[in-house]
């Protein structure tokens, strides 16, 4: 049984190593060998009869066949071991294949991205360079826009009995506010201090609007008519936006008119110490609603030697200040009220505006244009 | 600023809290004029958590005024108080657009 199943085993293994050449010529050489003793048994029984030779020859090939099949088996060990290896060896060589794939993919994105990154940075300082240029431009036209604008803003210089003092601070580099002095031939003073809503590119043209409109009402007109005329003439533009103003005619007699749209009122500093505010009754913006609303009213002050009057923007009186607040028109009036009655020119009077406020506006997160003047009657000569 | 809006029934009601200065007159335009283009109807505003407006801002109000009045409809200002209720008064724009000055 045991020659049986070791033939049959040799059988199957002979078949089953492919291209295993050495162990199938054992396995052969084994399977010839349990031929050839079988043959000789069948030989020797039937020819010779002796049963003895025939357990001895049958020991001894059963002793070669078990030998050349646990040498088989071993070979088979070692054939398995070594597909084993070849296999383990292949996935070593495919995953270092693969590697070397996803390496030269990498290396080829790497490429690809870096120089997309260099065209875009490229294309980026192009754009800086652009933009760069572009902000120049602006600034430029800006400046030009600048200039323009306070050309149109006349100021007079001090003639008596008149001296005058200003401080005009846009908050970008043109202004939505606006200063305007004139001296009529009998020596009046014409005063106008605007504001056109916002402070943006648009407001400071819109001052130039109503510096043109202004310019062209006669000197002699009484500021209720004139801001008639003005509004008329704003409202002609339908530009949907508003200008704020006081207008003042001053006779070299120290009579005042002054007429109010809108716009924060003048502080008088009387000689005497006292401290007045004036166009409190305030008229409609400019251009805000049709000529069906235009009419103002006029007030009428006289001055007294050594007055000041101050006209100012809402950029100062609605200053924000350290505590939150806002400065407001009293918290104005009683900040200049040390000026009054001291025999201070006007000049006296803005540098305590400086002084107080610019600092504070300079570092104001919303500032808002500032415009001041101050006009001095009948100051005594070398008083600032 | 904050800005709540609501069409109700027959009219746009918008709440605004905050500081109304020309920083927020873009996105208050940007949104009524959405609004209204949709439909169009009156307007409430309620000012009652407005602390500050500027002259960019009562520009606004008074274009949205224009606009409304040419079309038929109605701009109403409520719970006005404070510093907008000063500029308003003063401007005289409580003249020609009602407000309610909170109480």
């Given at each position: 049984m045991l020659l049986d199943a070791a033939t049959v085993y040799l059988l199957f293994r002979l078949f089953a190593l492919n291209e295993q050449w050495p162990a199938r010529i054992l396995v052969g050489g084994a399977l010839l060998a349990v031929g050839l003793r079988e043959a000789a048994l069948w030989y020797a029984v039937t020819n010779t009869g002796q049963p003895a030779a025939e357990y001895a020859a049958l020991f001894a090939t059963t002793h070669a066949v078990v030998a050349n099949l646990l040498f088989v088996i071993a070979l088979d060990v070692l054939y398995a071991t070594q597909r084993r290896f070849d296999v383990l060896t292949d996935a070593g060589r495919l995953t270092e294949e693969l590697l070397r794939e996803e390496n030269r993919d990498l290396e080829a994105k790497i490429a690809t991205s870096a120089s997309a990154l260099e065209i875009e940075r490229a294309e980026a300082e192009v754009a800086v360079k652009k933009a760069s240029a572009l902000y120049a431009d602006q600034r430029t036209q800006l400046e030009l826009a600048a200039k323009l604008q306070t050309a149109t803003m006349t100021m007079c210089e001090d003639t008596p009995p008149w001296s005058f003092a200003s401080w005009f601070e846009p908050a970008n580099q043109i202004s939505g506010d606006m200063l305007r002095t004139e001296l009529t031939e009998d020596g009046a003073a014409r005063v106008f201090v605007g504001d056109a809503m916002g402070h943006s590119v648009s407001s400071a043209m819109l001052t130039m609007l109503v510096s043109a409109a202004l310019e062209q009402i006669e000197l002699d007109v009484s500021p209720a008519q004139a801001l008639e005329r003005m509004n008329a003439a704003m409202n002609s533009h339908n530009t949907g936006m508003y200008v704020t103003g006081q207008l003042l005619l001053m006779h070299p007699d120290g009579r005042v008119l002054l007429s109010n749209a809108g716009h924060p009122p003048a502080i008088l500093l009387r000689a005497d110490g006292t401290v007045e505010m004036l166009g409190e009754e305030g008229g409609f913006a400019l251009g805000m609603f049709g000529v069906q609303l235009s009419s103002y009213s006029e007030a009428e002050v006289q001055l007294r030697a050594g007055d000041l009057l101050l006209l100012s923007t809402d950029g100062i009186s609605e200053l924000q200040l350290a505590d939150g607040s806002r400065l407001g028109d009293a918290g104005l009036a009683a900040m200049l009220?040390?000026?009054?009655?001291?025999?201070?020119g006007p000049g006296v009077l803005i540098g305590l505006l400086r002084e107080q406020l610019e600092a504070r506006w300079r570092e104001s997160a919303d500032k808002d244009d500032i415009a001041a003047l101050a006009v001095g009657w009948k100051v005594a000569e070398g008083v600032a | 600023m904050e800005l709540m809006l609501e069409r109700a029934s027959e009219q746009i009601e918008v709440a605004l809290k905050g500081d109304f200065d020309a920083s927020s007159t873009a996105a208050f335009k940007a949104q009524l004029d959405e609004t209204l283009a949709a439909e169009l109807a009156s307007c409430v505003v309620d000012m009652g958590g407005v602390e500050f407006i500027d002259s960019s801002a009562i520009g606004e109000l008074v274009a949205l005024f224009k606009r409304l009045d040419a079309e038929g409809q109605n701009l109403r200002l409520v719970n006005v108080r404070g510093q907008p209720a000063e500029m308003f008064q003063f401007l005289r724009i409580d003249k020609v657009i009602p407000i309610e000055v909170a109480g």
């Open positions: 009220a040390p000026v009054a009655g001291a025999g201070n | -």
